[in-house]
Each structure stands twice: as structure tokens, then as C-alpha cells.
């Protein structure tokens, strides 16, 4: 079955590196495409980026400065690392995949917290 | 970047009510228009794509259209286990959400 998982460090200093994993199952990375979508405390949802079946990505233009996305495709994991980080940073990170014949997420991981504080 | 205006907000209803939750694209987006339901403390769902399509499991109660570029979820007949923060979602363009409706039971 399709699974997602995030994981990752819960706590950030601020102006550090947030470096995120997404380990899939289920599916195929160079099939579909996996972005990364946060949710601060009590907010809505924002997209952050994606990485594409081809490999290619595409960033929120809010974040694109900071924002990098990669995979290994041979251990189905998708990498999220962001520069700079700010307490504003404060959010849930979900992974999630998205089908682009439909246009809507599918699947999504469970969603970790990461606090941005020192 | 293409805006999605969510609205109401917030909204109370009563159980078996008609609820209506909308959403304005700032430009053309075609059918590329998906909804969510997200419940607290839980990932969110996906309800509907391709603007009028139905994701797997989801009851028929459900249901989403589109009036130019004003897109709509109703809920025919609200149950207790609809309430929750729904969110649209468009992927015309570089993907964005809407801000969110928030459900609750009157």
C-alpha cells in the first residue's frame, strides 16, 4: 500500500538548516511526483515545492532562495532542506504525492513538527 | 501566482443541512481544482478533483462544480464526522490552497 513518512529533527535554531526526509513505499519515485506542503500552528496549508517523476523541481516562489528538494530514487526517499531558517518556519512539514493527471494530492505522510527556536 | 479566495471563513450548520464552501480563482484555472478535508491533528484528505470528481471513498453527500472561475463543495446532507477545516487547491499553475473553511456543527 502507498505510504508516506517524514522524519527529521523537531527543533531548529534559528538562521540554521532544516534538512526533512519523505521514505515512500508503495510506489514508484521515478513514476510520481512527491512535494512538501507546511502547515503552521493553528494556519492553512502551504505548498512548498515538488520533484517531478523526471526528476526536475519547481518551488514556491516565496521560498525558492531558500528552499532546495532532491530524491534517491534507489531508496525511495525525497529530501527537503531549507537555509536560513526563522521562527515563521514553525510548522508541520507533510510530504505528500501528487498525481498530475488529477491534480490533487493522493497519499500524504503523517506530518512532523518542527520548531524553529533556540 | 495564481490567488485562491476561500469563503465563508468559518461556518455553522445544522446535522443534515446543505452546506456550500467556495472558492474564486484570480484567473483561469480549467478544471484544476481539487478539495481537501483535514481533521484535527490529522493529515489532510483528499474529497475531490479534476474540480467535480470524487476521490476513493469518499461519500456521495460530496460534491463539487464549477461557475466560471467560482469553484463550490457541497455537502448535501452534513454529518457529524464532516466537520473539520476544508481547503481547495488549485494545479493549473505552480500548486496553491486556499485559506480554509472551517465546519462546524451548530
Known amino acids: 500500500q502507498v505510504q508516506l513518512k517524514e522524519s527529521g529533527p523537531g527543533l531548529v535554531q534559528p538562521s540554521q538548516t532544516l534538512s526533512l526526509t519523505c521514505t515512500v513505499s508503495?510506489?514508484?519515485?521515478?513514476?510520481?511526483?512527491v512535494s512538501w506542503v507546511r502547515q503552521p500552528p493553528g494556519k492553512g496549508l502551504e505548498w512548498m515545492g515538488a520533484?517531478?517523476?523526471?526528476?526536475?523541481?519547481d518551488y514556491n516562489s516565496a521560498l525558492k532562495s531558500r528552499l532546495s528538494i532532491s530524491r534517491d530514487t534507489s531508496k525511495s526517499q525525497v529530501f527537503l532542506k531549507m537555509n536560513s531558517l526563522q521562527t515563521e518556519d514553525t510548522a508541520i512539514y507533510f510530504c505528500?504525492?501528487?498525481?498530475?493527471?488529477?491534480?490533487?494530492?493522493?497519499?500524504w505522510g503523517q506530518g512532523v513538527m518542527v520548531t524553529v527556536s533556540s | 501566482d495564481i490567488q485562491m479566495t476561500q469563503s465563508p471563513a468559518s461556518l455553522s450548520a445544522s446535522l443534515e443541512e446543505i452546506v456550500t464552501i467556495t472558492c474564486q480563482a484570480s484567473?483561469?484555472?480549467?478544471?484544476?481544482l481539487a478539495w481537501y478535508q483535514q481533521k484535527p491533528g490529522k493529515s489532510p484528505q483528499l474529497l475531490i478533483y479534476?474540480?467535480?470528481s470524487l476521490a476513493d471513498g469518499v461519500p456521495s453527500r460530496f460534491s463539487g462544480s464549477r461557475s466560471g472561475t467560482q469553484y463550490s463543495l457541497k455537502i448535501s446532507r452534513l454529518q457529524v464526522e464532516d466537520i473539520g477545516i476544508y481547503y481547495c487547491?488549485?494545479?493549473?499553475?505552480?500548486?496553491?490552497f486556499g485559506s480554509g473553511t472551517k465546519l462546524e456543527i451548530k
Open positions: 487547491q488549485q494545479a493549473s499553475s505552480t500548486l496553491t
Open positions: 505528500t504525492r501528487f498525481i498530475t493527471t488529477t491534480g490533487g494530492f493522493d497519499y
Open positions: 484567473q483561469n484555472i480549467g478544471n484544476w
Open positions: 479534476g474540480t467535480t
Open positions: 520533484i517531478w517523476s523526471g526528476g526536475s523541481t
Open positions: 508503495g510506489f514508484s519515485l521515478t513514476s510520481n511526483s
